[in-house]
């Protein structure tokens, strides 16, 4: 823990107390804060992006990419992919469904799960949004080496196990 802090941190360490408080960490330092606020930022940007697209929110275009790359899928499976809230998923795969974007079909194996899939018509409009996805994602890591960018995602998926709830 000592090579994470700096600071008063170390003091209070040294003093054998092993718990620094927020302040001394500092909102600047503390992970999860700092992760937030580029999440929310992220989503703000693409949200407001989103809207050139007709009919597009943040969380049908994360449940299209999911698609886009996966064969079927099932409600909870791409909540969790999705990091949405399973209602908050039913609704929008509602309206996707409507605008013909998903299809959702009984399993052959079990009736009572429902199979999601992208159909052309979707995996259209995920085209269409592609290119302001990854110019968000450029323009976020902009200044980041490759080598910066592929131990900063090694390091999200060691922090991601640790805190995971789900296997997938």
């Keep these: 823990m ?24 500092g909102l600047n330092q503390f992970a999860p804060y700092l992760m937030n606020r580029v999440m929310a930022r992220w989503n703000a940007n693409m949200s407001e992006a989103l809207k050139a697209h007709h009919d597009m ?9 999911i698609l886009s790359i996966s064969s079927t899928l099932t409600i909870n ?59 968000l994602l450029t323009q976020m890591f902009e200044g980041v080496d490759g080598d910066e960018y592929v131990a900063f995602v090694a390091t999200l998926h060691k922090i991601l196990r640790n805190i995971r709830k789900h296997d997938i």
């Design 57 to 65: 929110t943040t969380t049908k275009m994360r449940a299209l990419a």
């Design 77 to 135: 499976e791409l909540s969790v992919y999705a990091v949405t809230e399973q209602s908050t998923m039913s609704r929008t795969l509602d309206a996707l469904e409507e605008q013909g974007f998903i299809r959702r079909q009984p399993r052959a194996e079990d009736m009572r799960v429902r199979d999601i899939a992208i159909t052309e018509a979707g995996r259209a409009a995920f085209d269409a949004v592609w290119p302001t996805m990854y110019a």
């Design 2 to 25: 000592t090579d994470r802090f700096a600071g008063t941190v170390l003091r209070r360490l040294e003093q054998g107390d092993t718990r620094p408080t927020l302040g001394e960490i």
